[in-house]
Each structure stands twice: as structure tokens, then as C-alpha cells.
């Protein structure tokens, strides 16, 4: 039984950290590709890049703040991963931790929107929403992570109930 509890928390800490990888990652591409090309339909990025450089603004930096913030939440969930395997947390704490990983990154998304998509929609004077379905996903799967987190505890609940043989009204 021992030896299945590990091979589960590996097993979740790999997967949670494919998991936050694969959202950081649509985040910056949302953020620095999907959004600006969307938002000025017909330019190139680099047009695009190249017309805000010219207006003053600071596309490196916006550009360098994003991939710094995908970046922070891959080493968050390696850091996760280590930690909870070091310390032999169970399987479900381990879900938990990265549920929640995943659900800050809805703040964060919001935080990255701000970078290069402030400056498109100053210097063409659109508006400063995101463009693409892509941020409604990236929110969506946060309020998910969120609302799995207690569903989570209660499931691990039910079942160390259903294994001592209590009812969940006991």
C-alpha cells in the first residue's frame, strides 16, 4: 500500500507540473502572440512590435515581464513537485497544492494582460480586453482548480469514511 501512495504522489506531482507548465506557457502565448495579432488584425508581430517601439513603448521589458511570470509558476510547481515527494505528502494534498497553483494563475493572466496588451490598445486605440478566447480559458481553468479544491478534500473525505465503514452521516 505504502509503495502505491508513492507511485501516486509522483505520479500527480508530474502530472500537476505538465499541467501548470501547459497553462503557463498558453498564458504567455496568449499574452505576447494571440492577443496582439487579434487585437490588430492584418499586422504582423513584428509590425506590431516594430509601431510600438516607434510610439515609445517598452516591448522588451513587456515582453521579458511576461515570460518572468510564466516562468515563476513552472519553478513554483517544480518546486511543489520536490517538496511534496521529499516530504511524502499524500496524493490528494499533492492535487490540492497544484489546484491551487493553478488557481492563482487567474490573477496572474490578468497581471500579463496588462504588459503588451496595454500598449496595443494605446497605440492603436483599441480596447484594452483581451481578444481572444484564450484568456476566458486560462480564468475558466482557474475557477476550476478553485472550485476542485474543497470537492477535492471532500472526496478524500468520503472515501477514508467509506474505508473505516462509516456513512457520510455518521
Do not use: C
Not at 73 to 78: D, H, Y
Not at 82 to 95: D, G, H, N, Q
Not at 148 to 163: C, D, E, M, V
Amino acid at each position: 500500500m505504502r509503495q502505491r501512495v508513492g507511485v501516486n504522489r509522483v505520479l500527480v506531482a508530474s502530472v500537476g507540473v505538465l499541467v501548470v507548465t501547459a497553462y503557463a506557457g498558453l498564458m504567455a502565448l496568449q499574452a505576447l502572440v494571440l492577443d496582439p495579432l487579434e487585437a490588430v488584425p492584418g499586422q504582423t508581430l513584428a509590425q506590431i512590435h516594430t509601431h510600438l517601439s516607434t510610439q515609445g513603448f517598452d516591448v522588451a521589458g513587456d515582453i521579458l515581464s511576461v515570460l518572468v511570470a510564466a516562468a515563476i509558476g513552472v519553478v513554483l510547481a517544480v518546486v511543489v513537485a520536490v517538496s511534496s515527494i521529499f516530504l511524502r505528502l499524500k496524493p490528494t494534498m499533492v492535487a490540492v497544492l497544484f489546484l491551487a497553483v493553478l488557481a492563482l494563475g487567474a490573477p496572474v493572466t490578468f497581471g500579463t494582460g496588462f504588459a503588451l496588451g496595454m500598449d496595443v490598445a494605446d497605440a492603436y486605440a483599441v480596447g484594452g480586453e483581451s481578444h481572444t478566447v484564450w484568456a476566458g480559458v486560462l480564468y475558466m481553468s482557474s475557477l476550476a482548480a478553485l472550485v476542485a479544491i474543497p470537492l477535492t478534500f471532500a472526496g478524500s473525505w468520503a472515501r477514508r469514511n467509506r474505508q473505516q465503514g462509516r456513512t457520510a452521516l455518521a
